[in-house]
Protein backbone atom coordinates (compact mmCIF):
# COMPACT_ATOMS: atom_id res chain seq x y z
CA UNK A 1 0.00 0.00 0.00
CA UNK A 2 1.19 3.27 -0.90
CA UNK A 3 1.51 5.86 1.72
CA UNK A 4 2.09 8.97 -0.49
CA UNK A 5 -1.27 10.56 -0.77
CA UNK A 6 -2.09 11.12 -4.41
CA UNK A 7 -1.02 14.55 -5.74
CA UNK A 8 -4.33 16.53 -6.83
CA UNK A 9 -6.21 20.17 -7.37
CA UNK A 10 -5.15 23.08 -4.79
CA UNK A 11 -8.84 23.78 -3.25
CA UNK A 12 -9.92 27.00 -4.71
CA UNK A 13 -9.33 30.36 -3.10
CA UNK A 14 -12.66 31.87 -1.24
CA UNK A 15 -13.68 34.85 -3.38
CA UNK A 16 -14.52 38.68 -1.68
CA UNK A 17 -17.73 39.75 -2.54
CA UNK A 18 -17.89 43.27 -3.57
CA UNK A 19 -20.18 45.81 -2.67
CA UNK A 20 -23.09 45.92 -4.91
CA UNK A 21 -22.82 49.41 -5.53
CA UNK A 22 -19.24 49.20 -6.46
CA UNK A 23 -20.08 46.03 -8.44
CA UNK A 24 -22.71 48.04 -10.63
CA UNK A 25 -20.54 51.39 -11.07
CA UNK A 26 -19.46 50.36 -14.31
CA UNK A 27 -23.28 51.07 -15.28
CA UNK A 28 -23.22 54.77 -13.93
CA UNK A 29 -19.86 55.54 -14.62
CA UNK A 30 -20.46 57.71 -17.53
CA UNK A 31 -23.56 59.31 -16.12
CA UNK A 32 -20.84 60.43 -13.04
CA UNK A 33 -18.07 61.71 -15.36
CA UNK A 34 -20.79 63.50 -17.26
CA UNK A 35 -21.90 65.19 -13.90
CA UNK A 36 -18.58 65.75 -12.33
CA UNK A 37 -18.05 67.76 -16.19
CA UNK A 38 -21.59 69.68 -16.02
CA UNK A 39 -20.36 70.69 -11.79
CA UNK A 40 -16.62 71.72 -12.90
CA UNK A 41 -18.40 73.68 -16.01
CA UNK A 42 -21.12 75.19 -13.70
CA UNK A 43 -18.77 76.29 -11.28
CA UNK A 44 -16.42 77.90 -13.76
CA UNK A 45 -19.25 79.76 -14.45
CA UNK A 46 -20.06 81.05 -11.78
CA UNK A 47 -16.64 82.39 -10.62
CA UNK A 48 -16.61 83.88 -14.12
CA UNK A 49 -20.01 85.90 -13.56
CA UNK A 50 -19.24 87.13 -10.71
CA UNK A 51 -15.96 88.22 -11.30
CA UNK A 52 -17.66 90.08 -14.49
CA UNK A 53 -20.51 91.40 -12.13
CA UNK A 54 -17.74 92.83 -9.84
CA UNK A 55 -15.85 94.18 -12.78
CA UNK A 56 -19.33 95.88 -14.16
CA UNK A 57 -19.99 97.07 -10.99
CA UNK A 58 -16.42 98.84 -10.41
CA UNK A 59 -17.20 99.96 -13.99
CA UNK A 60 -20.43 101.55 -13.05
CA UNK A 61 -19.15 103.51 -10.07
CA UNK A 62 -16.50 104.66 -12.17
CA UNK A 63 -18.74 106.26 -15.09
CA UNK A 64 -20.96 107.45 -12.11
CA UNK A 65 -18.17 109.24 -10.47
CA UNK A 66 -17.03 110.67 -14.18
CA UNK A 67 -20.99 111.90 -14.20
CA UNK A 68 -20.89 113.76 -11.07
CA UNK A 69 -17.51 115.64 -11.73
CA UNK A 70 -19.10 116.31 -14.61
CA UNK A 71 -22.02 117.63 -13.79
CA UNK A 72 -20.15 119.94 -11.48
CA UNK A 73 -17.96 121.30 -13.70
CA UNK A 74 -21.08 122.27 -15.43
CA UNK A 75 -22.95 123.44 -12.67
CA UNK A 76 -19.84 125.60 -11.59
CA UNK A 77 -19.69 126.82 -15.34
CA UNK A 78 -23.45 127.78 -15.58
CA UNK A 79 -22.83 129.56 -11.80
CA UNK A 80 -19.42 131.41 -13.32
CA UNK A 81 -21.82 132.69 -16.28
CA UNK A 82 -24.78 133.32 -14.09
CA UNK A 83 -22.52 135.67 -11.56
CA UNK A 84 -20.55 136.93 -14.94
CA UNK A 85 -24.14 138.14 -16.51
CA UNK A 86 -25.45 139.34 -12.61
CA UNK A 87 -22.05 141.34 -11.57
CA UNK A 88 -20.55 142.36 -15.03
CA UNK A 89 -22.04 145.80 -15.07
CA UNK A 90 -20.56 146.35 -11.15
CA UNK A 91 -17.45 145.25 -12.20
CA UNK A 92 -17.30 147.54 -15.42
CA UNK A 93 -18.36 150.06 -13.08
CA UNK A 94 -16.25 149.89 -10.19
CA UNK A 95 -13.15 149.42 -12.25
CA UNK A 96 -14.01 152.89 -13.87
CA UNK A 97 -14.41 154.56 -11.02
CA UNK A 98 -10.97 152.92 -9.98
CA UNK A 99 -11.52 150.38 -7.33
CA UNK A 100 -10.15 147.50 -9.67
CA UNK A 101 -6.51 148.34 -11.07
CA UNK A 102 -3.52 149.78 -10.62
CA UNK A 103 -3.44 152.63 -8.04
CA UNK A 104 -3.98 156.24 -9.98
CA UNK A 105 -2.00 158.83 -8.43
CA UNK A 106 -2.28 161.42 -10.88
CA UNK A 107 -6.37 160.72 -10.63
CA UNK A 108 -6.48 161.03 -7.35
CA UNK A 109 -3.89 163.89 -7.20
CA UNK A 110 -6.28 165.69 -9.99
CA UNK A 111 -9.51 165.10 -8.01
CA UNK A 112 -7.73 166.63 -5.04
CA UNK A 113 -7.21 169.78 -7.05
CA UNK A 114 -10.48 169.71 -8.78
CA UNK A 115 -12.23 169.52 -5.25
CA UNK A 116 -9.59 172.42 -4.08
CA UNK A 117 -10.90 174.68 -6.57
CA UNK A 118 -14.42 173.64 -6.29
CA UNK A 119 -14.63 174.97 -2.50
CA UNK A 120 -11.74 177.69 -2.87
CA UNK A 121 -9.56 176.01 -0.31
CA UNK A 122 -5.99 177.34 0.29
CA UNK A 123 -2.81 175.61 -1.32
CA UNK A 124 -2.22 172.24 0.72
CA UNK A 125 1.00 169.44 0.82
CA UNK A 126 0.81 166.00 0.35
CA UNK A 127 2.70 162.92 1.14
CA UNK A 128 2.24 159.44 -1.24
CA UNK A 129 4.02 156.58 0.69
CA UNK A 130 4.52 153.11 -1.65
CA UNK A 131 1.17 150.88 -2.13
CA UNK A 132 1.08 148.28 0.87
CA UNK A 133 -1.28 145.25 1.16
CA UNK A 134 -4.46 146.01 3.51
CA UNK A 135 -4.45 143.85 6.52
CA UNK A 136 -8.56 143.26 7.43
CA UNK A 137 -9.63 142.22 10.71
CA UNK A 138 -11.69 139.43 9.47
CA UNK A 139 -10.74 137.30 6.53
CA UNK A 140 -12.09 137.99 3.03
CA UNK A 141 -12.27 135.64 -0.08
CA UNK A 142 -11.02 137.54 -3.11
CA UNK A 143 -9.92 134.96 -5.33
CA UNK A 144 -6.96 136.01 -7.01
CA UNK A 145 -7.63 139.67 -6.04
CA UNK A 146 -5.64 141.46 -3.29
CA UNK A 147 -6.78 144.53 -1.81
CA UNK A 148 -4.08 147.36 -1.14
CA UNK A 149 -4.05 150.48 -0.08
CA UNK A 150 -2.00 154.12 -0.99
CA UNK A 151 -1.51 156.03 2.34
CA UNK A 152 -1.73 159.84 2.23
CA UNK A 153 -0.50 162.12 4.65
CA UNK A 154 -2.33 165.69 3.77
CA UNK A 155 -1.86 169.07 5.22
CA UNK A 156 -4.72 172.07 4.89
CA UNK A 157 -5.67 175.24 6.10
CA UNK A 158 -9.26 175.71 6.26
CA UNK A 159 -11.31 178.69 7.39
CA UNK A 160 -13.71 176.39 9.31
CA UNK A 161 -13.99 172.85 10.13
CA UNK A 162 -16.88 172.31 7.47
CA UNK A 163 -14.45 173.28 4.51
CA UNK A 164 -12.66 169.93 5.74
CA UNK A 165 -15.83 167.54 5.91
CA UNK A 166 -16.91 168.94 2.27
CA UNK A 167 -13.48 168.32 1.20
CA UNK A 168 -13.84 164.72 2.34
CA UNK A 169 -17.42 164.07 1.39
CA UNK A 170 -16.26 165.16 -2.28
CA UNK A 171 -13.46 162.85 -2.75
CA UNK A 172 -15.58 160.31 -1.72
CA UNK A 173 -18.15 160.80 -4.43
CA UNK A 174 -16.06 159.73 -7.31
CA UNK A 175 -13.51 157.59 -5.52
CA UNK A 176 -12.44 154.44 -2.76
CA UNK A 177 -10.84 155.81 0.01
CA UNK A 178 -10.80 155.78 3.69
CA UNK A 179 -10.15 158.28 6.14
CA UNK A 180 -7.72 156.81 8.62
CA UNK A 181 -7.48 159.59 10.87
CA UNK A 182 -7.67 164.05 11.51
CA UNK A 183 -6.24 166.22 13.82
CA UNK A 184 -7.66 169.78 13.28
CA UNK A 185 -5.69 172.37 15.56
CA UNK A 186 -6.46 176.48 15.81
CA UNK A 187 -4.06 178.55 13.91
CA UNK A 188 -2.19 182.06 15.67
CA UNK A 189 -4.13 184.47 13.18
CA UNK A 190 -4.47 188.12 13.49
CA UNK A 191 -7.95 189.04 14.29
CA UNK A 192 -9.76 190.67 11.37
CA UNK A 193 -7.30 189.33 8.64
CA UNK A 194 -9.62 189.07 5.69
CA UNK A 195 -9.79 185.77 4.27
CA UNK A 196 -6.92 183.87 6.41
CA UNK A 197 -7.20 180.47 7.60
CA UNK A 198 -7.73 179.67 10.86
CA UNK A 199 -7.72 176.05 11.25
CA UNK A 200 -4.92 173.56 10.08
CA UNK A 201 -5.78 170.22 9.53
CA UNK A 202 -3.44 166.86 9.32
CA UNK A 203 -5.36 163.81 7.82
CA UNK A 204 -4.28 160.35 6.72
CA UNK A 205 -6.20 158.80 3.67
CA UNK A 206 -6.07 155.44 2.34
CA UNK A 207 -6.65 154.81 -1.24
CA UNK A 208 -8.27 151.46 -2.33
CA UNK A 209 -7.31 149.82 -4.71
CA UNK A 210 -8.38 145.91 -6.01
CA UNK A 211 -6.01 144.11 -8.30
CA UNK A 212 -4.28 140.89 -8.84
CA UNK A 213 -1.46 140.13 -5.83
CA UNK A 214 2.21 141.31 -7.88
CA UNK A 215 4.92 140.09 -7.34
CA UNK A 216 6.97 141.76 -3.78
CA UNK A 217 9.29 143.46 -5.99
CA UNK A 218 6.95 144.95 -8.45
CA UNK A 219 5.16 145.97 -5.05
CA UNK A 220 8.24 147.88 -3.26
CA UNK A 221 9.35 149.62 -6.76
CA UNK A 222 6.81 152.56 -6.09
CA UNK A 223 8.70 155.62 -4.10
CA UNK A 224 6.87 158.07 -1.69
CA UNK A 225 5.75 160.87 -3.63
CA UNK A 226 5.95 164.58 -1.86
CA UNK A 227 4.51 167.60 -3.59
CA UNK A 228 2.09 171.07 -3.29
CA UNK A 229 -1.71 171.94 -4.66
Known amino acids: MNANPVPGK ?4 AKVALPYWLAEFALIRTAVLALVA ?3 ISLTGVLLSE ?29 EKRDIRNF ?4 VDLRRRGLIGDERRLEWLDAIRQTQEQLKLAPLSYEIEPQQPVQLDAPL ?3 EFQLRGSRMHLHMELLHELDLFNFLQNLRDNNFLAVQDCAIKRLGVVAGAPGAATLGAD ?14 PA ?7 KGKL
Open 38 to 40: ALT
Open 10 to 13: KPAA
Open 88 to 91: QQRY
Open 141 to 143: DLG
Open 203 to 216: CTLNWITLNTAPKA
Open 219 to 225: LAAAAPA
Open 51 to 79: WKKQEASEHLEQSQRTRDAAYSRYAQVDT
